[in-house]
């Protein structure tokens, strides 16, 4: 028998010290996975204008990849379960280096986000499979703990740095961002094959026409308002798109009624406050995803940052967040969780607008730099409370499933929020007679348009954020909640 084919004996293969081939394998792509989702707002600008994108093909560059991993997540990791977890992450990652292969060789809008797609699916295989094959490679205990706390800490690595890595490759070649995951990948694959052992395989049924009408619903809506500022919104392309894709969402929760393993188990939506979380997780994920992008774009067409300068403005942000996860963290045991999101959503708010009158004329100290590490203070302080609230009151075994669940609210809100907000923008700038598009070949009168309807998306982004400060009121877990469910969630870990 193959070491690809071991099954697990009793027992962790792993049981004396976290740091070595196998967490240096799970760790890895989890850090490419994340990298992918942030490097990409970087290079937006110089790729749209190598491949002459519009700004909808623009977008589909980004959303392509996240509702692809946002909605095949919850497949991902049941497949894991089925067919056996080492088999499934090592296809993963298989799958994610190919595809980012192709995304670099790519010379035109098609092959690149087509190449995107199968890059979202290989990290939805990937990354919940490489999550759970932490629990079953580590021995309970300081051993675990130590793997949980390298894995998790990649996700904040990758987060950050990918903000300076994508701005300095993007600064010899966009191409770049994506064919340096080919040696990473291939790295990983070889020590994966090697350090993991397989699970059982557990063979439950898979809910495969769920996952297929989820994302292809979602995708159809998001696809009719891109395109809806270009197109025009009575167009009968838009129009169907939308009222397809709506139609997909409706089966789809027909069919996750009749599953008999669904993806979304209704039953743990009963509790309103549950689902007022899920709500502040969709659109807290829409205002941070669309701000980002909007923000990343609007420094290099608008004012002329390099890459590199514009992965580097970024640095408040990422401070923000780490003083907001230590704040919350202070705050969580001693305050209701509603009143630590609702503060953060309302500082979003309060700070994008404050962003949003911002012009071609802005200086990054007395304009950007506060807005920037202000967001990402607030953002941060609505986000790390939510998970949390997430699997409050809830039974151990209940854990991994509304853990996953949160994360796919917050990825399919992503590209749903840009939706929205990249169509304000578009039309905010058409309304004033300028153009979309790269702004390489723009009069100065037209990049001045341009930035004004950038602007008016940040608008949206408050938006998003002030749904998310709304919902947020309708949460009632108690400090005390959340405090159990911190511990049921490191007790399930360990």
Known sequence: MSASQHVAPIGYPVTTRAFGPAIVALGGMQLMAVLDGTVINLALAPLQAELNLSDAGR??????????????MLLGGRMGDSFGRKRMFLTGVALFTLASAVCGLA????????????????????????????????????????????????????????????GALTEVSWRWIFLINVPIGLAILVVGARALVETAAERTALDVPGAVLATLGSTAVVFGIVEGPERGWTDAVTVASV??????????????????????PFELFRDRDRVATFAAIFFSGGALFAMTVIVAVFVQDVLGYSPLHAGISFIPFGGGMALAAVTSSWLAPRVAPRWIVFTGAVLTVGYLIFASRIDVDASYWSDLFLPIGGIGFGVGLAVIALPL????????????PLTAIS????????????????????????????????????????????????TFGLLGCA????????????????????????????????
């Open 59 to 72: 977008n589909w560059v980004v959303s392509s990849y996240v509702l692809a991993f946002g909605g095949l």
């Open 107 to 166: 010379q035109n809008e098609a092959m690149l986000v087509g190449a995107r797609i199968v890059q979202g699916a290989g990290a939805a295989v990937a990354s919940p499979t490489a999550f759970a094959l932490v629990a079953t490679t580590f021995a309970p205990g300081p051993v675990r703990n130590q793997a949980i706390a390298i894995y998790a800490a990649m996700t904040g690595v990758g987060s950050f740095s990918g903000l300076i890595i994508g």
């Open 243 to 264: 009222l397809i894709g709506l139609a997909l969402l409706g089966a789809f929760l027909v069919v996750e009624r009749r599953a008999s393993n669904p993806l979304l």
């Open 389 to 400: 609230c997430a699997i409050a009151q809830v039974r151990a075994e209940n854990i991994g």
């Open 407 to 454: 994360l796919v609210a917050q990825n399919l809100g992503g590209p749903l929020g840009l939706a929205v907000v990249s169509a304000m923008a578009a039309a905010k700038t058409m309304s004033l007679g300028g153009v979309t598009g790269s702004a390489v070949s723009m009069t100065e009168e037209q990049v001045r348009v341009l930035g004004e309807g950038y």
């Open 463 to 494: 938006g998003l954020a002030a749904v998310a400060a709304v919902s947020a009121l309708f949460i009632r877990y108690s400090a005390a909640d959340v405090a159990s469910a911190k511990a049921a969630q490191e007790a399930a870990r360990g």
